[in-house]
């Protein structure tokens, strides 16, 4: 079991062009808890880059935690600038995963990437990310009480996947591309470009604070 708790992680995770590197700052292969970190401004310098900020195998549970400024970089490809799971069961609670990837570079995610596993989030912000800010591959991800907004492609996207999205705000990704990709349930979430099919969808613009993405007075969320 692997604990990371009240951390402040910087580095750089190489040798560049070598074979498949796995996170940047942290990263767990098996049962593991990441608590009350600040995860900021790591990158990963692989053949296969995976996780600039955190990779995980198996189970993991991050709470309280900021993953900041990350870069999955890879001479042949790269995902999850900020998070990438693969395998078993990821929770995450009060979490902001923000300003990860970089402009020009490739691969999918610049804020969660989950492959072949189960995901789920609460209460966590997901915001300005280079691509995708949630995208998912052959895993079932649910989020509930989270805010996806201002990631550059969409900020939700499912490939051979399903994703349940309640009472979420999903509103700014994308310059022309839809909001959510993929079979993703949605419901009591307001969702930008028309209701979204489902119960109590809605689709007004939130009045996010651009500080922090929380909701300012007269919202109509």
């Known amino acids: 079991v ?7 992680l910087s580095f750089l995770a190489g040798p560049a062009c070598s074979l498949d590197v796995w996170g940047g700052g ?59 799971v693969n395998s078993g069961t990821f929770q995450m609670f009060n979490c902001t995963v923000a300003n990860n990837g970089m402009q020009g ?38 989020l509930v009480n989270c805010t996806l907004s201002a990631n550059v ?25 839809p909001q959510i990709g993929g079979a993703t349930a949605v419901g009591y979430s307001d969702v930008q470009g028309g209701v979204q099919p489902g119960v109590g969808n809605i689709s007004y613009a939130p009045a996010l604070c651009p500080q922090n993405y929380s909701l300012v007075l007269g919202s109509p969320c």
């Not at 692997?2 to 402040?8: A, E």
């Not at 804020?111 to 949630?134: D, F, P």
């Not at 349940?164 to 700014?172: G, H």
Request: net charge neutral.
């Open 26 to 84: 942290i990263y767990a292969n098996g049962p593991s808890l990441i608590s009350q970190c600040t995860i900021i401004s790591n990158q990963t310098l692989g053949y296969y880059g995976r996780g600039g900020g955190v990779a995980v195998s198996g189970s993991c549970t991050m709470r309280n935690c900021n993953i900041i400024g990350n870069i999955a970089r890879g001479c042949s490809s790269e995902h999850g600038d900020g998070i990438y």
């Open 105 to 142: 570079e490739g691969g999918t995610a610049g804020g969660l990437r989950v492959e072949n596993a189960t995901a789920s989030a609460l209460n966590c912000i997901i915001a300005s990310n280079v691509r995708q800010g949630v995208r998912t591959v052959n895993s079932s991800v649910s």
């Open 2 to 8: 692997c604990v990371f708790m009240v951390c402040l």
């Open 153 to 177: 492609e969409e900020g939700f996207y499912a490939d051979n996947g399903t994703g349940r999205i309640t009472n979420c705000i999903v509103y700014f990704n994308g310059s022309a591309a």
